[in-house]
């Protein structure tokens, strides 16, 4: 058994390497692993790698894998730096590495994190008048009071999948809450694992996310907090609605930018059964999109019954048991003012999420 881990120590030294971000390649035995330690250099520190340890067995005309027993700073997520290390275990894979001539080879793909940060609307802060009295209203909208907010963003769009699965191939699906962070046993999901991989059906990238717990929309915000500095999270239920009514351009239409549910919205009369790509309907006085439809949208807050007195920069009761979402869905009715509960473990088909900045 020694004298076979001396030899993969000696052609593990004659790694090849992939891309220019990859240097320094070196090799030791610790126990009955192998620990590989390479530098990841990037110029732009902001970048995330995805790292792989591939074989050859014809003394690299053609590379065979990944390895999958390895360990480490391997797989999705690598920010660049200095000693970066994989542990291989060789027992549980040596089967594959049959020839004379064999030689490894550490790649590094990237995605820019930076392309899937939302594009973001600023919302001037003012007062408007939350909820409805209006004889189609739910009695959870009643009763209409005064509320005063300071100035925020908020996202131009929902989140789309493809934005969404970025960041579960640099974090994984955990499960938070009890549950992962997004159901991806759904067959209308749009996302699938394949591998270590997370991918988008096809065409479906630019449509919003949806079977997402509010677990997964909150995780999400954090991670684009980590990435950018900045204070992401999701929006408080009077924030989305004062955006969703237009801030202080507001023309006072019962959707988000009009009397006319069809010219900014999909719902249950045109969705045809499902989500629609982002920003295809009328936007509203703002400039944001789908506010009115495609999916209901999770909200910081826990449900809770409204009360008549003024509030400043509110942010719902301190406990509960239901999230707020708010918008309504591509299979229902979209007022401004309509809200829904929803558990924070609870995941839909109709259901997803937008991000706003302090």
Request: proline share 3%.
């Amino acid at each position: 058994m020694k004298k076979l881990y001396l030899f993969l120590l000696s052609i593990l030294s004659l790694s090849t390497l992939h891309a220019q971000t990859i240097t320094n390649i070196r090799a030791t035995q610790e126990g009955k692993d192998i620990l590989l330690t390479y530098d990841l250099r990037a110029e732009d520190n902001s970048l995330q790698f995805t790292t792989q340890l591939y074989f050859s067995t014809d003394g690299g005309r053609t590379f065979s894998g990944p390895l999958q027993q390895v360990s480490g700073e391997v797989g999705s997520g690598i920010p660049a730096g200095l000693n970066k290390r994989i542990r291989w275990k060789v027992l549980e894979e040596r089967e594959q590495l049959q020839g004379d001539n064999i030689q490894f080879k550490v790649t590094a793909t990237y995605t820019d994190l930076r392309s899937f940060e939302p594009e973001m609307v600023f919302v001037e802060g003012g007062t408007f008048w939350m909820g409805s009295d209006d004889s189609e209203a739910y009695s959870s909208e009643k009763p209409v009071h005064k509320v005063k907010l300071s100035d925020f963003s908020i996202g131009k769009y929902e989140v789309t999948n493809a934005q969404f699965c970025a960041f579960l191939n640099e974090m994984g699906n955990q499960k938070e809450g009890g549950v992962k962070w997004i159901n991806l046993e759904e067959i209308k999901c749009r996302i699938s694992k394949s591998g270590n991989r997370f991918e988008v059906e096809r065409n479906y990238e630019d449509h919003p996310v949806i079977y997402v717990s509010w677990f997964g929309a909150m995780a999400f915000c954090n991670w684009l907090k980590g990435k950018t500095g900045k204070n992401y999270q999701l929006p408080t239920e009077a924030q989305w609605e004062f955006a969703a009514r237009g801030g202080n351009k507001s023309r006072g239409y019962k959707y988000a930018g009009s009397n006319d549910l069809d010219a900014v919205g999909w719902y249950s009369d045109n969705s045809e059964g499902g989500t629609h790509q982002i920003g295809q309907k009328r936007p509203n006085e703002l400039g944001i999109y789908d506010m009115s439809g495609n999916v209901w949208e999770i909200c910081q807050d826990w449900h809770g019954d409204y009360s008549k007195r003024a509030q400043k920069n509110p942010v719902g009761p301190s406990s509960g048991t239901f999230r707020v979402s708010r918008g309504g869905g591509w299979g229902d009715g979209a007022r401004v003012s309509h809200r829904e509960m929803r558990f924070p473990d609870g995941d839909s088909f109709s259901g997803g999420f937008r991000v706003a900045l302090q």
